[in-house]
């Protein structure tokens, strides 16, 4: 990041491209042929970057998790990028995110990503320190300042599904670039969905990274972000925008622009990559798309209700939102309660039994509880519990 903050709305050619090609394994070979293939549309690597440049990825790294769970980007997927990378002259990679849960070391670790330092020339950089970075609209964002400076910075999302934003792919993955708890407080301070949308929209038209790409060789559905289930997909996609990758990974999977939350929200402005007439896609679209892919039950119960509802009720979505719910799963390791934004978690004593409770009176239905809970232990339900 270290350009002039500008709206996203030039509607170039190049910018509502998007290169998209089918993968079926994560063999390198395979991988790196298909990033190949979705950076040709774009004019390939070599025509953004120039000699020596210093790049940062920015991959999803939520949290610890074996790369076979999809809960981030996988390694074969960053490798191939930086192979492309160092094709076309860069001088450093660096490899740069602030994880929900754990140092980047640790889930770097975990992920499997330790090994990319030798293999890929990548050098770990933990997203630590806060700059405060207004955005074109008058959001003030406290951005990593360890991600400013690089000549280029590449966006690496994963496919999954999100309980609050319906997917998550690239637009979603520069809320990393936010350091640590400060994700946490923005839960709070944007508790309506379609507010949080907005925010994320502004967040990534703040950071602007110069090229999208998404991993959704092995994409998750179900109740993502983390307990969700792999689900193979063999998508690849990339662009300048990644709000035209994302509109490509929703109607691969089944998603509409209104259940598409950052979609929505950038549609109601207009901005490039939204609509989805003026995208110009290069790859095999009809090929990739699945109806079977299982949306979540966040988003699933309204599909109906989003086509029949006027625009003007569609806010009726928040009263109806989905209740967490703890199951037997839980193992009292507390780390929800840190990562709850309204504090309402707690332990109670019961007959010489501990258990986690929450106070519903207070509950945003942020879900980053069940965003971070390493037991699957969290459920999303329409009642809420007695
Ligand atoms: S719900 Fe999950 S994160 Fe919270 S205490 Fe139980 S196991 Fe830990
Ligand atoms: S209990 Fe869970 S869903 Fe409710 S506010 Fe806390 S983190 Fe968010």
């Excluded at 070979?29 to 774009?42: F, I, K, R, T, Y």
């Excluded at 930086?82 to 001088?91: I, M, P, R, Y």
């Excluded at 258990?355 to 509950?363: A, L, N, P, R, T």
Aim: aromatic share 8%.
């Amino acid at each position: 990041m270290n350009k002039t903050i500008t709206p996203n709305n030039n509607n170039s050619d190049l910018d509502l491209s998007v290169g998209l090609s089918a993968c079926r394994s994560y063999n390198q070979g395979q991988v790196l042929e298909a990033v190949e293939e979705a950076l040709e549309p774009l004019g390939g690597l070599k025509s953004f970057l120039n000699k020596n440049d210093r790049v940062l990825l920015k991959p999803n790294l939520l949290t610890n998790a074996t790369p076979e769970s999809a809960v981030t980007t996988h390694p074969e997927f960053i490798k191939a990028v930086a192979t492309k990378v160092w094709e076309a002259g860069a001088s450093q990679i660096c490899l740069g995110d602030s994880p929900a849960r754990g140092s980047l070391e640790r889930v770097a670790k975990e992920c499997d990503l330790l090994r990319l330092q030798e293999e890929a020339g990548i050098s770990l950089l933990p997203f630590k320190t806060a700059r405060k970075v207004s955005s074109p609209t008058g959001y003030l964002f406290p951005l990593a300042e360890e991600a400013f400076g690089f000549d280029f910075v590449i966006n690496l999302g994963k496919l999954k599904t999100h309980a609050l934003t319906g997917l998550t792919g690239t637009v979603k993955n520069c809320y990393g670039f936010m350091v640590g708890m400060n994700k946490v407080q923005y839960h709070a301070r944007f508790p309506l969905v379609h507010d949080f949308a907005r925010m994320l929209l502004e967040l990534y038209l703040t950071v602007q990274p110069d090229l999208s790409l998404i991993d959704g060789v092995v994409a998750m559905e179900g109740p993502g972000p983390r307990s969700g289930r792999p689900k193979p997909l063999g998508v690849i996609a990339a662009s300048t925008n990644a709000i035209a990758v994302d509109a490509v990974c929703a109607k691969i999977t089944g998603f509409s622009s209104k259940e598409m939350t950052t979609w929505r929200a950038a549609a109601e402005r207009k901005i490039a990559g939204s609509q989805w007439e003026k995208l110009k896609i290069h790859g095999p679209l009809e090929e990739l798309i699945t109806t079977s892919f299982d949306k979540g039950a966040s988003v699933g119960g309204w599909s109906f209700l989003w086509r029949i509802l006027p625009a003007r009720m569609r806010n009726l979505q928040e009263h109806f939102r989905l209740w967490p719910v703890i199951n037997e799963r839980c193992i009292t390791c507390r780390l929800c309660f840190e990562h709850c934004p309204a504090e309402v978690l707690k332990l109670e004593t019961a007959n010489n039994n501990q258990k986690v409770v929450i106070d519903y009176s207070g509950c945003l239905r942020c879900y980053c509880c069940q965003e971070i809970c390493p037991e699957g232990a969290i459920e999303l339900k329409r009642k809420k519990p007695e």
